[in-house]
């Protein structure tokens, strides 16, 4: 192995991982994770300048948010900006800007994302907390006593008319209280103050439509806490009810639709991180129909395009097929000429046009193709007589898969490959390989843990 193409693989790793000394604009995830020091400080102006600047550093070094973005070298993180944003602007009363935001974490996190489902409940206590002050900025009406009946001498019992004008003041306070616990989303409670209500049988036509209110407003906010969870089959089940419920039966059907929305958008992202590019194309385009951001979608349409021709090249090359594999590399490079996957793919032709199943294999583990690095080096392993660099980036490749793979499945596999690694013990030249791999990977072959 050159030290010629050790430079070349050094180059890679800037084009293709983001090795190497960071540009300003590379330094956006050390702004973000200003914005989400600040949020954890409740600095809230610290915190949107820090979030909002990360997103435009991010821009302009070639990333945008996601559940799963390169930060640097092999170092994969969420960058999710909308999800502490809505923190910030449920802190600064700006329930609307708060709402929007977690709509827009929801579309790129997973299902009951412990993040999220964290921020969700940060935002909606804000929220409630907001509302419960705004609520009770003037305290409620005091009960007057009763009186003494005035055909009645000394200290007697009240009469009749007494006793209705205190129930009908018990009656109006626990009104009130249950519209205000409304207003604040405090369900049970609004729920029972509109209970005592009706138990004071003074008027039952405004108390049934306070309950019915009461309940339609709980489903609907169920219907909206699932679908910010991505929890789609509990947010239509909620909705549904809402809607049988023939309160505002137009704002009940958008967000009905609304959801149905969204869990297409969530779908066609499931079947693109699957790489079913068929089945996310047509979820794509059902997200489409429904109303979904048209640049939400073609951004999902862009991607499964890449997507698509990514693997095109992948499946030639380990097919061992140049000349489909040259073909499926100028159609990518064409759909997206600064696509960082070319550098990578062009050596990998290179290497298969001129029989070099090593560097083959090398070029598979720097964009993080294990099974291929593998697949490729194991027929080139003759036991102890095999190159150390061999079993070098098999026992890595081994290493990456543990932890990437079933923890069931991680201590044997560690195990195996620390065995393998043992044989590269020694061996001077392989400095230069351990510079481009990731410390954890290093740690697991030298510690195991």
């Known amino acids: 192995m050159t030290c010629r193409f050790l430079r070349l693989l050094a180059a890679l790793a800037w084009l293709c991982l983001g090795a190497g000394v960071p540009s300003a604009e590379a330094q956006w995830y050390k702004t973000y994770e200003a914005g989400v020091k600040a949020v954890k400080d409740q600095n809230w102006a610290e915190a949107e300048k820090k979030l909002a600047q990360s997103v435009e550093e991010a821009r302009k070094d070639g990333r945008s948010p996601g559940a799963s973005v390169l930060w640097y070298s092999q170092i994969r993180k969420p960058f999710v900006p909308d999800l502490y944003l809505a923190i910030?602007?449920?802190?600064?009363?700006?329930?609307?800007?708060?709402?929007?935001?977690?709509?827009?974490?929801?579309?790129?996190?997973?299902?009951?994302?412990?993040?999220?489902?964290?921020?969700?409940?940060?935002?909606?206590?804000?929220?409630?907390?907001?509302?419960?002050?705004?609520?009770?900025?003037?305290?409620?009406?005091?009960?007057?006593p009763p009186k003494s009946n005035p055909s009645t001498t000394g200290t007697g019992p009240p009469g009749r008319g007494d006793e209705s004008a205190a129930r009908r003041t018990q009656f109006d306070q626990d009104m009130q209280q249950a519209r205000e616990e409304l207003a604040a989303k405090r369900f049970d409670t609004a729920a029972s103050a509109a209970a005592r209500a009706r138990s004071l049988n003074v008027n039952a036509a405004p108390v049934d439509d306070l309950?019915?209110?009461?309940?339609?407003?709980?489903?609907?906010?169920?219907?909206?806490?699932?679908?910010?969870?991505?929890?789609?089959?509990?947010?239509?089940?909620?909705?549904?009810?809402?809607?049988?419920?023939?309160?505002?039966?137009?704002?009940?059907?958008?967000?009905?639709?609304?959801?149905?929305?969204?869990?297409?958008?969530?779908?066609?992202q499931t079947e693109l991180d699957s790489r079913r590019f068929a089945a996310a194309r047509t979820a794509a385009g059902e997200a489409s129909r429904?109303?979904?951001?048209?640049?939400?979608?073609?951004?999902?349409?862009?991607?499964?395009?890449?997507?698509?021709?990514?693997?095109?090249?992948?499946?030639?090359?380990?097919a061992g097929d140049a000349k489909t594999a040259a073909g499926a590399i100028a159609a990518l490079r064409t759909l997206d000429p600064r696509n960082a996957q070319l550098a990578a793919f062009d050596l990998s032709l290179v290497a298969l046009t001129t029989g070099d199943a090593q560097r083959l294999a090398l070029l598979a583990f720097y964009q993080g193709n294990y099974k291929e690095t593998i697949r490729l080096l194991t027929p080139l392993d003759a036991g102890a007589r095999a190159p150390a660099r061999v079993h070098f980036y098999l026992a890595c490749s081994e290493a990456a898969l543990a932890l990437l793979g079933p923890p069931a499945e991680a201590s044997a596999r560690i195990r195996a490959a620390r065995l393998r690694?043992?044989?590269?013990?020694?061996?001077?030249?392989?400095?230069?390989?351990?510079?481009?791999?990731?410390?954890?990977?290093?740690?697991?072959?030298?510690?195991?843990g």
């Open 290 to 318: 429904l109303g979904a951001d048209a640049g939400a979608v073609r951004n999902l349409q862009s991607q499964i395009d890449r997507g698509q021709a990514e693997d095109a090249v992948r499946q030639s090359l380990s």
């Open 421 to 448: 690694y043992q044989r590269t013990a020694g061996h001077n030249e392989l400095t230069q390989d351990r510079r481009f791999i990731a410390p954890k990977i290093l740690r697991a072959l030298e510690t195991g």
């Open 88 to 144: 910030v602007y449920a802190h600064t009363n700006k329930p609307a800007e708060a709402n929007a935001a977690l709509e827009r974490a929801a579309r790129l996190l997973k299902a009951n994302d412990p993040e999220f489902v964290s921020a969700r409940s940060r935002v909606d206590a804000a929220l409630s907390s907001a509302a419960a002050n705004a609520a009770n900025t003037g305290a409620p009406p005091a009960i007057d």
């Open 211 to 268: 309950v019915k209110r009461i309940e339609f407003e709980r489903l609907f906010t169920s219907a909206e806490t699932a679908l910010q969870a991505r929890q789609f089959d509990a947010a239509i089940l909620s909705a549904g009810k809402a809607r049988t419920a023939g309160l505002e039966p137009a704002r009940a059907d958008a967000l009905m639709r609304r959801i149905e929305r969204d869990r297409a958008l969530a779908q066609a």
